[in-house]
């Protein structure tokens, strides 16, 4: 199975604090990659890193094989990174398909094909963004992301904050795309959904990798000293 993105040493500041010290990470083609840790242990870095969102200090990200390190971030996207972000941020203003229709790039993801996928967005097609509930604006989140037709689909945050009955909805969907063949990198607090969905994982302990594996090899001591509260 080939690597399809991957994180080589990599360093990241904040203006003169140091926030990541030397990540390695790998997602090889379909296969899913739970991203995990405790809160401000540099996830979110790891990721806009990645994306090339976050300009990086030291060391390389590579995707495909090609070493995108010095890459903008739009250019990073349509090589095949979609990103769903924390927060979801849809363009509160436009309307569901609007937001939609504006990530768009060719491919089978269209705008039909996401509407059967959440059938939910084609019911509120005409809806802005605003008005939406907190499960269903991810939805449009994820929705978006698949709309670009990446390789890799990067979720920050995938369940946060939604209702279990939403959040159950969201793992599922989850689940189909992988099926699908999709890569993902997942970043969740729900420690039991990503076992279930992750090939590996790799846990971040103060901007470094302490952690990684298969989520069948997380004790009960990895869990309690790197993921506990």
């Not at 199975?1 to 140091?18: H, P, R």
């Not at 060719?106 to 005409?126: M, N, S």
């Not at 907190?134 to 946060?160: C, F, H, S, Y």
């Amino acid at each position: 199975m080939t690597e399809l993105a991957k994180l080589d040493g990599i360093e990241v500041f904040y203006g003169a604090s140091q926030a990541l010290y030397g990540v390695d990470l790998t997602v090889k083609t379909g296969q899913a990659v739970a991203l995990m840790g405790r809160n401000g242990m540099g996830k979110s870095t790891t990721i806009r890193a990645l994306c090339r969102v976050q300009p990086v200090a030291g060391g390389r990200v590579f995707f495909d094989g090609q070493d995108i390190t010095a890459l903008p971030s739009f250019r990073a996207a349509r090589l095949g990174i979609g990103l769903v972000p924390e927060g979801r941020r849809c363009f509160a203003t436009l309307s569901v398909d609007e937001n939609l229709i504006a990530a768009a790039r060719p491919g089978p993801w269209t705008l039909e094909a996401v509407r059967d996928f959440f059938p939910r967005l084609a019911e509120r097609a005409e809806q802005q963004a605003a008005t939406l509930s907190g499960g269903e604006q991810q939805m449009l989140a994820i929705g978006r992301a698949l709309m670009t037709n990446p390789r890799l689909l990067v979720l920050d945050e995938a369940t946060e904050g939604l209702a279990p009955v939403i959040r159950a909805e969201i793992w599922a969907a989850i689940a189909e795309l992988k099926a699908q063949g999709l890569s993902i990198l997942i970043v969740d607090k729900t420690l039991a959904e990503l076992k279930r969905i992750a090939n590996s994982c790799v846990i971040l302990e103060r901007g470094r990798t302490v952690w990684s594996g298969p989520p069948s090899e997380i004790t009960t001591q990895i869990e309690s000293r790197f993921l506990g509260v």
